[in-house]
C-alpha cells in the first residue's frame, strides 16, 4: 500500500522543516492520533494512512491557482503572486477607540473589527494568537476570544509559530458558538482552505465565518533563536526566560516584561524598529523562508490597510466603519506603511526564490507551489 500517512507527512515535511506548525494537520486527523508538541507535531496512536494530514498540508505545498479559482473566480498571473495579491480594494483605516489604538502595533485594526463584529452578533468568537505559555517563547498559544477583553487581551503583534487550527474540533462542538472568525498567519489561510475542500476535514470549517489574514513577512524562528532575540533585547540570558511578552506603549515603542526561572521579573522599552531588525537578524524557520505569500493571499481581509478580498471582508469593514468602529488613516501614514510593504515583499520573494533554488540543487524537500 502506497503510504500516505503522518509517517509520510514526517519524513516530507516534518523532519526537513517545512512543518509550518499552523496545528491543521492535528485538527483534520478523524482518529485524533497526532498532536501538537512545542517543537513538532507527534504521532501518539495508531495512523489509519488515510492522507488527511498530508493533504491539508501548508507545509507540504499549495496549489494557490486552483484555489484562488474557487475562491475569487479567477487566479494569480504569476507563480509567487502579487504583493498584495486578488482584491477588491485596499484601504486606508484605524481604530476610532483610543484603548483599541493604543493595544495594536499599528492602529488596532484587527482589533476593532472583532470587537465590532462580536457587538453586533456578527460572530460569537474568534480564533485568535496570544503569547505562549509552559516555557516555549517561540510558540503562542491559541485561544477563543469572546468580548472585548478577550480580545484585548490578545491585541498586538507577535512573530510566533501559532497553533491556531487546533482549536477547530473545539469551534464544531461548542454549541454556544454559531459564527466564528479566524485570525492568522498566510499558513493558516492555506491550510483552512484547503481543508474547506476536503472531503474528510471540510466538516471542521462550517462555523468559520471569517477569514481575517495579517501580513507576514516570515520571521519566525525555533526556540533558541527566540531566546537569543529576547536576551538581545532584554539582556537577561536566554536559557534563563520562563515567559515573555510585549505591546505597544507609544506608537514606535514597545514594552517588554520577562520573567526568569529564579522568579524575578523585569521590564524594559525597546523602540519597535530595533525588535524588527533585531528579529530579522537571526536564522528564520526553513520553511518561512520559503514562503511566497506575504498578504495573506486567500484571506477574506488582510490586515494591512486592509487590503479587501471578497464580500464577507467588505461586511467585517464596512460594519466597522458604519458604526465608528474604524476611521480614515492619515495619508503620511498610509504611504509609510505601503513602502514598508513593498520593502519587506520584496525581501520575502528574494528569499524564497533563493531558498527554493539552493535547496533545489541539494535535493532537499521544497513546497509544491502551483
Known amino acids: 500500500m502506497q503510504e500516505e500517512g503522518f509517517e509520510k507527512l514526517r519524513r516530507d515535511v516534518i523532519e526537513p522543516g517545512l512543518c509550518t506548525r499552523c496545528g491543521g494537520c492535528v485538527a483534520s486527523c478523524p482518529v485524533d492520533v497526532l498532536e501538537y508538541g512545542p517543537e513538532r507535531i507527534r504521532l501518539k496512536g495508531e495512523c489509519i494512512n ?61 482589533t476593532a473589527v472583532l470587537i465590532n463584529a ?29 468580548n472585548r477583553n478577550e480580545v484585548l ?64 513577512g516570515a520571521p519566525n524562528m525555533d526556540e533558541g533563536s527566540w531566546r537569543k532575540a529576547v536576551e538581545r533585547l532584554t539582556g537577561v540570558k536566554g536559557d534563563e526566560i520562563t515567559e515573555f511578552k510585549n505591546w505597544k506603549i507609544k506608537s514606535d515603542v514597545l514594552r517588554f516584561h520577562v520573567e526568569s526561572g529564579d522568579g524575578s521579573s523585569m521590564e524594559t522599552d525597546v523602540s ?38 471578497t464580500e464577507r471582508g467588505e461586511d467585517l469593514v464596512g460594519s466597522a466603519l458604519a458604526n465608528g468602529m474604524l476611521k480614515r488613516g492619515k495619508m503620511k501614514n498610509s504611504l509609510t506603511r505601503i513602502i514598508g510593504d513593498i520593502i519587506i515583499y520584496l525581501r520575502k520573494i528574494r528569499r524564497t526564490k533563493k531558498t527554493i533554488k539552493e535547496r533545489g540543487k541539494e535535493c532537499l524537500p521544497i513546497p509544491d507551489f502551483k
Open 153 to 216: 487581551e490578545s491585541a498586538s503583534s507577535k512573530y510566533l509559530f501559532s497553533p491556531l487550527l487546533t482549536l477547530l474540533k473545539e469551534v464544531r462542538d461548542d454549541t454556544t458558538l454559531k459564527r466564528v472568525a479566524l485570525v492568522g498567519l498566510p499558513c493558516h489561510m492555506e491550510a483552512f482552505r484547503k481543508m474547506e475542500r476536503d472531503p474528510v476535514a471540510r466538516e471542521l470549517t462550517h462555523k468559520i465565518r471569517y477569514l481575517i489574514g495579517l501580513n507576514c
Open 50 to 110: 488515510c492522507g488527511t494530514c498530508l493533504r491539508i498540508c501548508p507545509g507540504h505545498g499549495v496549489d494557490f491557482s486552483s484555489l484562488e479559482k474557487d475562491i475569487f473566480g479567477r487566479c494569480r498571473r504569476s507563480k509567487y503572486g502579487t504583493i498584495y495579491g486578488i482584491h477588491r480594494k485596499r484601504m486606508n483605516l484605524v481604530a476610532s477607540d483610543r484603548e483599541i489604538f493604543r493595544r495594536g502595533y499599528t492602529g488596532g485594526r484587527v
Open 272 to 309: 519597535l524598529w530595533r525588535y524588527i531588525k533585531v528579529i530579522y537578524d537571526l536564522p528564520t524557520w526553513s520553511r518561512c523562508e520559503m514562503c511566497p505569500d506575504y498578504s495573506g493571499e486567500l484571506s477574506d481581509i488582510t490586515f494591512g490597510g486592509p487590503t479587501v478580498r
Open 118 to 146: 462580536l457587538d453586533r452578533g456578527m460572530i460569537d468568537g474568534a480564533m485568535v494568537t496570544d503569547w505562549g505559555d509552559g516555557g516555549h517563547l517561540s510558540v503562542g498559544s491559541a485561544r477563543i476570544a469572546r
